[in-house]
């Protein structure tokens, strides 16, 4: 277990750090009320990640499926491997 953290952790070393803004909150709270009205059921945090993504113009690398609903109530946009 320790291997795999170390790994993942070397791996991961590159990635930048997104500090959530007060604006990121916001849409995130925006889009945690859209998914409200559209019925779709969406935890703070996951619309939190999807308000950094949108907000940065990124696409977001998942394997939650809980993603896929969100995007169908925002601009969520999903980075596919080619």
Known sequence: MESQFSSLQT???GIPLLIASGGDH???AKIFNQCLDNGVSA???DCLIAAQTIACHGRLWTLDRDFAAI???SRLK???PA
């Open 11 to 13: 791996l991961l070393h």
């Open 26 to 28: 916001t849409l995130a």
């Open 43 to 45: 935890s703070h945090i």
């Open 71 to 73: 995007a169908r109530c």
């Open 78 to 80: 999903f980075f596919r």
